[in-house]
């Protein structure tokens, strides 16, 4: 899909949204329309299928594909615009919004079925799913996007990002949201740049209640390229293992980085503006 197509789906989207909903999501609609990068979580399956790793998706520009799954900025938009904002919260000083399954949708009514969250050029989505049949399944997964910097990266220095983190647990699906912090100490050569990503703060969106903090300290994360793409993962390769990072930094000059994650049962991403 080309970005004018994007757009077009965009506008579309905007359109069908109510006026109460059209003033905050306005933004998140404009980063839509003008996204250059898109990366998307494994296709996690909850409880009732043992220990899967997830489907993973091969990603290309602004779209990400694995058989007949797409995914596209312009799938996450609708998906938020269908749901509207039921909920709110904030996390690392970012706007968190939640939408619910409609009534008579599936048989988690009442159920959350989306978390959002989005700064001025990049955002990220959290979608869950419920599939009836035989084998009633919950699945999650999650999409980062956003518009492209403006400059390389830089050769030297340092910079941090903070921002907000949404994850759902795959075994219990209870929903958190927290601080994302991004830590990079450039290097003239950008694999050798060091990067160290944490979220803290962590706790259950519903109950208040607190999850452990996460580093990702012991896990080699590098930039792949001089636009800012990152990822990093640990206990196997990149397609199973349960530990794994991917984002890209976004806007001009690096302004904001946003990313996806899997840290065991916690699936999420995480969206933080540079400091």
Not at 111 to 121: E, F, N, S
Request: proline content about 4%.
């Amino acid at each position: 899909m080309n970005r004018l197509a994007t757009l077009a789906i965009a506008m579309v989207v905007l359109a069908a949204c109510s006026s109460e909903q059209e003033a905050p999501l306005a933004r998140f609609h404009g980063i839509v329309a003008e996204t250059s990068f898109i990366t998307v979580s494994r296709w996690h399956p909850g409880v009732g299928i043992d220990v899967h790793p997830g489907f993973p998706l091969a990603c290309s520009d602004i779209t990400c594909r694995s058989g007949d799954t797409v995914r596209a900025s312009s799938y996450f938009s609708q998906l938020l615009a269908e749901t509207g904002i039921d909920n709110e919260t904030g996390a690392g000083g970012v706007r968190v919004v939640e939408g619910r399954f409609d009534p008579g949708e599936s048989d988690r009514t009442g159920d959350w079925r989306v978390l959002g969250a989005w700064l001025d050029h990049s955002a990220v989505i959290l979608e869950h799913q419920f599939n009836r049949g035989d084998y009633p399944q919950d699945w999650y997964q999650s999409g980062a996007f956003g518009r492209p910097p403006d400059t390389p990266l830089p050769a030297e220095g340092s910079a941090t990002w903070r921002g907000a983190m949404i994850g759902a647990d795959k075994v219990t699906n209870d929903r958190y949201a927290g601080t994302a912090s991004l830590a990079v100490t450039f290097a003239a050569e950008f694999r050798d740049s060091m990067i160290d990503l944490s979220f803290t703060g962590i706790a259950n969106v519903a109950t208040g209640e607190a999850r452990d903090d996460i580093s990702y300290a012991d896990v080699s994360i590098q930039f792949q390229d001089d636009d800012g793409r990152f990822s990093g993962w640990t206990g196997g390769e990149w397609q199973v293992a349960p530990i794994y990072v991917e984002g890209h930094t976004a806007g001009p000059d690096h302004a904001e980085a946003a990313g996806v994650f899997g840290y065991n049962e916690l699936i999420g991403a995480f969206v933080a503006k540079r400091q």
